[in-house]
């Protein structure tokens, strides 16, 4: 597709469950990034993707917080037990490379609400 | 060191006016300052960039202002429209690329 996509848009899930959020990112772009953004607050940066490792984790709050990207396309951010604070919109961006001065553009997020 | 500081947390302009965001840093790492604008549901779409080694960047109605010496910068959204009315993030990227650091956004208002 021509942007970044994500899905599910919206998920509602209870405290306690296991979830997982789809990035799909621009074609061609190498570089991958989620972030959460709180409301009222801006995204705060969880993880960055270079190809198929992650170059920069150090955003992960906690161990439940994982994220892959195997083939060096699609990312999948996995939350386990997850928590009543877990409750945000996960963005992901992409950019053509992870290094300096290149634009990081973002899809719509998951808005993840637990009950 | 790591924090972006942006102001005003929210802001009203009249149709027509100028709107104008200011933010500050503190790591001098950082040389890429991108300006976001999201509006409800979306997610941040780019709307201007600057790189430290120019004063001043143009885009249409939308110019950033850079002080490298003071570690600030600013946008200004000239002939603001009712259209403008979002919220807005300043950014910034360090050297080596990577994570972006965002300001706490600006809700924009621009009343016809």
């Known amino acids: 597709g021509a942007g970044v996509s994500q899905t599910p848009s919206n998920k509602v899930t209870e405290k306690g469950k296991y979830v997982e959020l789809r990035c799909d990112p621009i074609?061609?772009?190498?570089?991958l990034y989620w972030y959460r953004q709180s409301l009222g607050q801006g995204p705060e940066f969880l993880i960055y993707?270079?190809?198929?490792?992650?170059?920069?984790d150090s955003g992960l709050p906690n161990d439940r917080f994982f994220a892959v990207r195997p083939e060096g396309s699609v990312s999948t951010l996995k939350i386990q037990r997850t928590e009543r604070g877990d409750s945000a919109v996960y963005l992901c961006?992409?950019?053509?490379?992870?290094?300096?001065?290149?634009?990081?553009?973002f899809g719509d997020g998951t808005r993840l609400s637990i009950l | 060191q790591q924090q972006v500081k942006q102001s005003p947390q929210s802001l009203i302009v009249q149709k027509g006016g100028i709107s104008i965001i200011n933010c500050a840093y503190e790591n001098t790492a950082f040389d890429y300052f991108p300006w976001y604008q999201q509006f409800p549901g979306k997610g941040p779409a780019l709307l201007i960039a600057?790189?430290?080694?120019?004063s001043e960047k143009k885009e249409g109605r939308f110019t950033i202002s850079f002080n490298k010496s003071a570690k600030q910068f600013s946008l200004h959204i000239m002939d603001s429209q009712p259209g403008d009315s979002a919220t807005y993030f300043c950014?910034?990227?360090?050297?080596?690329?990577?994570?972006?650091?965002f300001g706490q956004g600006t809700e924009l208002s621009v009343k016809p």
């Open positions: 074609s061609g772009h190498t570089a």
């Open positions: 961006a992409s950019s053509r490379t992870g290094g300096p001065n290149q634009p990081q553009h």
């Open positions: 950014a910034a990227l360090g050297n080596q690329g990577g994570k972006l650091i």
């Open positions: 600057i790189r430290p080694d120019v």
């Open positions: 993707f270079q190809g198929t490792g992650a170059a920069d």
